[in-house]
Every structure is written in C-alpha cells, then in structure tokens.
C-alpha cells in the first residue's frame, strides 16, 4: 500500500473513530440526562408517596383475641410487624389478669415490662404509649381518691419509662359537672404530671367519654395544667359525653360532640393521635368518619408523629378490621395537601 493512500486511510479512520466517540459522548450525556431525569421523578414519586406520619397499632384492637380467644398479650408484636406496623401502643387491662394476681408487685411489674421488650426488640418495633384503664379517678372532686388514682399511676409511668416509651395514656373520669370538673382534672393531672416530668414521660388524656368527650372543655383543661409532658391524644371516635345506657354501649349515644370541632381543638396539645374505626361501606371508607377531612385537621396542626390504628368494629374480625383501618389511612394520608 502506498504511503499516501494508508495515511488518507488512517485519517478517515481516525475521523471515524472521532465521530463515533463524540456520537458516543452525545449518546452518554443524553443518557445520563434522562437517566437524572428518570431519578428525579422517582424521588418525586416517592416524596408524593410518602405519608407525613407513622403507622403504630393500639393493642385494643386485638383485645377479643386476647380476652375471648385466647392469644397470648405478648404476641402483640408479632402481629403488629405480620400486619406493617412500626409502633406499639400497649393496653394496661389486657395484662391485670396475671399482674392482679401478684397485686402489681414490683416483680410482676418487671416481668410485664422485660417480656414486652424483648418482643418489641425481637420484631423490630418501637414501644411509644402505655393506654391505662382502670387506676381510679384523676379527676374525682375527692381529694383523697384523687391523691389514690395519682398513686396508682405511678408504676405505669415507671413501666412506660422502662420501655422506652413517650407517654401513659390516662382518663379523666369525674363529675359531669363543668365546674366541678375542670379544676379536678387539672389537679388530678398536675399532680401526676409533676411525678411523669421527674421520669421524663408525658401524661397524655383522650377524650374518652364524659366530659373529656367535650374538646372545648378538655384544651380548657390543658391550658389551665400548662406543663410540656401533659397533653392529648385525640381520638376520631370517642365524642360521647352522655350514652343512653351508660350499662349498654350498644344502646348509643344521648349527647355527642363534633368530632371534627372535637380534634382540631385538641390537636394543638396532642403528643399522639388515634384512628378509630368500626365498620366500612364499598370503597373502604369508615361509616362514621371522613378519614381525609380528619387527616388534614391532623396535619394542619403540624403533627408528624405515630398514628395509631384502633378498630372496634363488628362487621369485620379484628385482623380484617385492622387492615382495612391501616388501608384507609395510607389511603387518605396520600390525598391530604
């Protein structure tokens, strides 16, 4: 081959192999381009996906399984992780069986505590709240029953502290006087808070029948204690303050608040909130409450934390009733602005 000629082949495969490179390049910038861009509407799709609070279970939920069935109250983090939970919101009164036995000794105490977390560690969950029932009055106009309730509370906010929890849910029950019962609450929770504050955890009420049902007269209430670890936990579903039966629930309710009017006036106090549910129509939607519409008076009232599901329904079992509830809330949280 002529000199000439293998350098004029030499240049044109030179340019060749230019071109293709510079082809190449543009090729690799366009794909890296749209590779970015395709990132980017992925974030945006999670981001527009992604709900502004957490997902815990109240261990109400499964209280038949508990009481009428038989399950074990320790399996509740293994059904809490089996059905996508992340938090753990315990039930004082599902444990009394075996804790009244040994009268709430401070070794049944520990054993209730250690095995709980040892559940919520093995499954990976978060403990945030001990609901408890049945330690007296808060807010009895008695002063020495009331002094009693504040006392009996006492183990519970040690055993919330033990497991790593935020807060005790406690009920106010007491007159159903206004003005007899407002300065009782306040007492009742002040003096319980004050002993909370020194363990680093939040006294927390909901509105739970009687006049803690009253949203107005509950912040009234939170206002008057004014102190950081006493507060709400607003629940969509419990604004009865007067049933037509207080002997038969099932009788319904003589006088009920607005519930609506009834969160967003407690929402400014509330350290966690509950999604009550009883039955659902075709779409999934709960009968009684429009989950979007009390979403966003969730999040208008810049909450971020847990909300915990609490079925009580009938229509459907509990693990049906659950998931449905859980559903719905991904649901509507995804449609909130």
Known sequence: MKRRIFIGN??????GVALLGTYACKQTKK?????ETMVEETID?????????????AQWSINRMIRQDGLDPYSFAEKAKNWGFTGLEYVSGLYYPELEKENFSDAAMKNFVDKSNAEAEKYGLKNLLIMVDGQGNLATADEAERKAAIENHYKWVDAAKAMGCHSIRVNLAGSNDPKEWVPAAVAGLTGLSTYGKVKGINIIVENHGG?????????????????????TLP??????IIR??????SAGCAEEYDRYKGVKELMPFAKAVSAKSHDFDAQGNDTGTDYEKMLQIVKDAGYT?????????NELGEEAGIIATK????????QVS
Do not use: Q
């Not at 009253?214 to 009234?220: C, R, S, V």
């Not at 037509?244 to 629930?249: M, N, T, Y």
């Not at 934390?305 to 329904?313: M, N, P, Q, S, W």
């Open 10 to 15: 030499s240049a044109k495969v030179g340019l």
């Open 31 to 35: 794909e890296n381009e749209m590779d």
């Open 45 to 57: 799709e999670v981001e527009s996906d992604a709900l502004f609070f957490e997902l815990s279970l």
């Open 211 to 231: 006049l803690s049902s009253n949203g107005a007269l509950l912040a009234e209430v939170m206002t008057k204690v004014n102190m950081d670890n006493c507060g």
């Open 235 to 240: 629940d969509f579903g419990n604004f009865c």
């Open 244 to 249: 037509k039966d207080p002997k038969d629930w």
């Open 305 to 313: 934390g847990f909300i915990g599901v609490e079925y009580e329904g």
């Open 327 to 334: 559903e719905l809330l991904e649901r509507a949280g995804r």
